[in-house]
């Protein structure tokens, strides 16, 4: 069994907190941050296992952008 480490980032939205892992792609939510770690852990873990190309994956980067609006 292999193990790596992901970046999750958590927001909230209306009622619901929403966990996306930025390297894979994964999203999931939940009502607290916690269920919504733990079911993108799950979804990441299950996309991992089905994908035939998971030890592919090329690494996402977060990065913040400065945006001019009216």
Same mark, same amino acid.
């Given at each position: /069994? %292999?193990? %790596?480490?992901?970046? *999750?980032?958590?927001?909230?939205?209306?009622? /619901?907190?929403? *966990?996306?892992?930025?390297?894979?792609?994964?999203?999931?939510?939940? =009502?607290?941050?916690?269920? =919504?770690? *733990?079911?993108?852990? $799950? *979804?990441?873990?299950?996309?991992?296992? $089905?994908?035939?190309?998971?030890?592919?994956?090329?690494?996402?980067?977060?990065?913040?952008? $400065?945006?001019?609006?009216?």
């Amino acid at each position: /069994m %292999k193990t %790596k480490t992901f970046t *999750a980032i958590v927001y909230q939205e209306d009622d /619901m907190y929403v *966990a996306e892992c930025t390297e894979v792609g994964t999203v999931d939510q939940g =009502a607290t941050i916690e269920e =919504a770690v *733990a079911n993108l852990k $799950e *979804a990441t873990r299950l996309y991992l296992e $089905e994908c035939p190309l998971a030890d592919e994956i090329t690494p996402r980067f977060v990065t913040n952008i $400065e945006v001019s609006y009216a």
